[in-house]
């Protein structure tokens, strides 16, 4: 015997005639314009038209259907298929419900809607009983349910709170480990990160003083991170190197003899010679000083002039520069910017070499610096783009030109033709394959006009030092949060602060779970949204619109779209 449930699934399936069509083959199929043509969803008994309706659709089949360009539009057909989907999947998950389980006042039931509603749901995750997941802000809005979606798909959870007092702990599932810390303190991060694969920052902070943001939004992103890449590295370490985590060293700055092979030499960009007589030259040296630290220093004083500190790369027997990703640093100073130019080509015949580079900004004080190998531009437009295997040169040169003043120093009169930095190392990062960090960030949409630009301020400076970090990452950017159950309708997925609606608590918790395995994925930033008619002009940026559902992986086709190292 079937339920009551099944009977009327099937009732209704038999009573219904329907067009779907799945926004996969968007763009694909030549869809008719929207203003001529509509979608029909006929609900009947079942029986067999009348003879006059089988006569007219004889001879509507007999009749030739012509169809012109301008009467294609995908966009619009598209947007329509999935409205239908919306409001016929709603339909028959309601029928499957069982009216009075759920309770307004109830905070467990209401979890369970909000984790288990909708076709997002996939309970089996390859490897996931050996990934251990920190989640931080497992309290929060989204932080609550990713926790729950990832004990579902069998990850053990870390989460990491302020407090541990009894209505926090009823907040969460038993078998989660709480370690209670502050993300403004190294020392409870380091702790917290012990024995975790990846993390999930949902953590925010509860008031727009400017102190709170700068502790959880920026602080707090740059002490996870940091702690993360001193637990990766002391794993590799412990693995004697044998890690996919473990970077190659390319030079690390500790004495005296590691500045051997590095060479100081000076240029300009042009001559002028009427200018020339009113420089006041340029000095650079590279030397090791007695608080034991590599300093590149100097000033430039000329037009157009440049100094640059360079050596010649000696990789390791069997290595090559092709198996990485890019170039990680470790340095301090001034705040100055620089260039890192990387020489290419056959190493027998230096005039084949091509010039690739990439600009780069330090803060003062010290700071990491990562460089994808992506990021390099030819300094000719016609060479090809970078090869990694044929590196064989590093520089790293000084240029006033193109120098800003240090922000937080106004009172203090800064000379931008000087400058100073300290090196610690330069290593390259392996090519990793998934995203080691998700970092949920906001678009600034439903921000209060007054605190809008503290909160992005605080929000965009914990993106920089995820991303200069040299983990695998994702940034995700959601809409206005709404209190709703997930996998009800289309997401549009999009860079450049183009979008305009809200987004679910449920959707943004499944995105950032299955971007912990997808490829596609890491290092991306992207913002993300419901599905919503897009401005005159504007109309493209619907291409990347998706409809979550477990046959699938809606993730990996929205964001092979999008840039990487965004």
């Given at each position: 015997?079937?339920?009551?449930?099944?009977?009327a699934?099937?009732?209704?399936?038999?009573?219904?005639?329907?067009?779907?069509?799945?926004?996969?083959?968007?763009?694909?199929?030549p869809?008719?314009?929207?203003?001529?043509?509509?979608?029909?969803?006929?609900?009947?008994?079942?029986?067999?038209?009348?003879?006059?309706?089988?006569?007219?659709?004889?001879?509507?089949?007999?009749q030739?259907?012509s169809?012109?360009?301008?009467?294609?539009?995908p966009?619009?057909l598209?947007?329509?298929s999935?409205q239908?989907?919306?409001?016929?999947?709603?339909?028959?998950?309601g029928?499957?419900?069982?009216?009075?389980?759920?309770?307004?006042?109830?905070?467990e039931a209401?979890?369970?809607?909000?984790?288990?509603e909708?076709?997002?749901?996939?309970?089996?995750i390859?490897?996931?009983?050996?990934?251990?997941v920190?989640?931080?802000?497992a309290?929060?809005?989204?932080?609550?349910?990713?926790?729950?979606k990832?004990?579902?798909r069998?990850?053990?959870?870390?989460?990491?709170?302020r407090?541990?007092?009894?209505?926090?702990v009823?907040?969460?599932?038993r078998?989660?480990?709480?370690?209670?810390?502050?993300v403004?303190?190294?020392?409870?991060?380091?702790?917290?990160?012990?024995g975790?694969?990846?993390?999930i920052?949902?953590?925010?902070?509860?008031?727009?003083?400017?102190?709170d943001?700068?502790?959880?939004?920026?602080?707090?992103?740059?002490?996870?991170?940091?702690?993360?890449?001193?637990?990766?590295?002391?794993?590799?370490?412990?693995?004697?190197?044998?890690s996919?985590?473990?970077k190659?060293?390319?030079?690390?700055?500790k004495?005296?003899?590691?500045?051997?092979?590095?060479?100081?030499r000076?240029?300009?960009?042009f001559?002028d010679v009427?200018?020339?007589?009113?420089?006041?030259?340029?000095?650079?040296?590279?030397?090791?000083?007695?608080?034991?630290?590599a300093?590149?220093?100097g000033?430039?004083?000329?037009?157009?002039?440049?100094?640059?500190?360079?050596?010649?790369?000696?990789?390791?027997?069997?290595?090559?520069?092709?198996?990485?990703?890019?170039l990680?640093?470790?340095v301090?100073?001034?705040?100055?910017?620089y260039?890192?130019?990387?020489?290419?080509?056959?190493?027998?015949?230096?005039?084949q070499?091509?010039?690739?580079?990439?600009?780069?900004?330090?803060?003062?004080?010290?700071?990491?610096?990562?460089?994808?190998?992506?990021?390099f531009?030819?300094?000719?437009?016609?060479?090809?783009?970078?090869d990694?295997?044929?590196?064989?040169t590093?520089?790293i040169?000084f240029?006033?030109?193109?120098?800003?003043?240090v922000?937080?120093?106004?009172?203090?009169?800064?000379?931008?033709?000087?400058?100073?930095?300290?090196?610690?190392?330069?290593?390259?990062?392996?090519?990793?394959?998934?995203?080691?960090?998700?970092l949920v960030?906001?678009?600034?949409?439903?921000?209060e006009?007054?605190?809008?630009?503290?909160?992005?301020?605080?929000?965009?400076?914990?993106?920089?030092?995820?991303?200069?970090s040299g983990?695998?990452?994702?940034?995700?950017?959601?809409?206005?949060l709404?209190?709703?159950?997930?996998?009800?309708?289309?997401?549009?997925?999009?860079?450049?602060?183009?979008?305009?609606?809200?987004?679910?608590?449920?959707?943004?918790?499944?995105?950032?779970?299955?971007?912990?395995?997808?490829?596609?994925?890491?290092?991306?930033?992207?913002?993300?949204?419901?599905?919503?008619?897009?401005?005159?002009?504007?109309?493209?940026?619907?291409?990347?619109?998706?409809?979550?559902?477990?046959?699938?992986?809606?993730?990996?086709?929205?964001l092979?779209v999008?840039e990487?190292?965004?």
């Amino acid at each position: 015997m079937m339920n009551a449930a099944t009977a009327a699934n099937s009732s209704v399936y038999s009573q219904t005639q329907c067009i779907l069509l799945s926004s996969d083959v968007r763009g694909s199929i030549p869809y008719l314009n929207e203003r001529k043509s509509r979608l029909v969803v006929r609900a009947g008994g079942g029986g067999r038209p009348p003879k006059e309706d089988g006569e007219k659709q004889q001879q509507q089949q007999q009749q030739p259907v012509s169809l012109r360009l301008d009467d294609v539009n995908p966009v619009g057909l598209g947007r329509r298929s999935r409205q239908l989907f919306d409001e016929v999947w709603r339909k028959f998950s309601g029928l499957g419900q069982i009216s009075g389980t759920i309770r307004s006042d109830d905070q467990e039931a209401l979890d369970a809607l909000l984790v288990r509603e909708g076709p997002m749901c996939e309970f089996a995750i390859p490897g996931a009983q050996n990934t251990t997941v920190l989640v931080v802000g497992a309290t929060s809005r989204i932080g609550r349910i990713v926790v729950r979606k990832l004990m579902l798909r069998g990850y053990a959870v870390k989460a990491l709170v302020r407090r541990a007092d009894q209505e926090v702990v009823e907040l969460l599932p038993r078998s989660v480990e709480i370690v209670i810390g502050d993300v403004g303190d190294p020392a409870t991060v380091k702790a917290a990160v012990e024995g975790c694969n990846k993390i999930i920052y949902c953590a925010t902070a509860r008031s727009a003083i400017t102190g709170d943001l700068f502790r959880v939004d920026h602080r707090g992103v740059s002490n996870l991170t940091k702690a993360f890449q001193d637990h990766n590295n002391k794993l590799a370490q412990s693995r004697a190197g044998k890690s996919s985590k473990s970077k190659l060293l390319i030079a690390k700055f500790k004495s005296a003899s590691s500045l051997n092979g590095w060479q100081v030499r000076q240029g300009t960009y042009f001559q002028d010679v009427v200018a020339t007589k009113y420089d006041g030259g340029m000095d650079a040296k590279f030397e090791f000083n007695e608080n034991g630290d590599a300093v590149f220093s100097g000033y430039v004083f000329n037009r157009g002039g440049y100094v640059e500190l360079s050596k010649k790369l000696s990789l390791p027997l069997g290595y090559t520069l092709d198996r990485y990703e890019g170039l990680v640093l470790s340095v301090g100073g001034n705040g100055r910017s620089y260039v890192l130019i990387l020489e290419a080509g056959p190493s027998a015949d230096p005039s084949q070499s091509r010039l690739y580079f990439a600009r780069i900004s330090t803060k003062v004080g010290f700071c990491r610096v990562r460089v994808p190998f992506s990021s390099f531009r030819p300094v000719k437009p016609d060479d090809p783009v970078l090869d990694p295997f044929l590196v064989h040169t590093l520089k790293i040169r000084f240029e006033p030109r193109r120098q800003r003043p240090v922000e937080g120093n106004a009172t203090m009169k800064q000379d931008l033709r000087s400058f100073k930095l300290i090196l610690e190392y330069i290593k390259v990062l392996p090519t990793g394959q998934e995203t080691d960090f998700v970092l949920v960030s906001c678009s600034g949409l439903g921000i209060e006009p007054s605190r809008r630009e503290q909160v992005l301020k605080a929000k965009r400076a914990g993106e920089d030092s995820l991303r200069r970090s040299g983990l695998g990452y994702t940034i995700v950017r959601p809409g206005p949060l709404q209190e709703e159950p997930g996998g009800q309708r289309a997401l549009i997925f999009d860079q450049g602060n183009r979008i305009s609606q809200g987004i679910s608590c449920a959707d943004v918790a499944d995105i950032c779970v299955k971007a912990l395995h997808d490829t596609t994925a890491r290092n991306k930033s992207f913002d993300v949204c419901y599905e919503y008619i897009a401005e005159d002009g504007r109309e493209l940026y619907e291409l990347v619109a998706h409809l979550p559902d477990k046959a699938n992986n809606y993730l990996t086709p929205a964001l092979s779209v999008l840039e990487k190292n965004t």
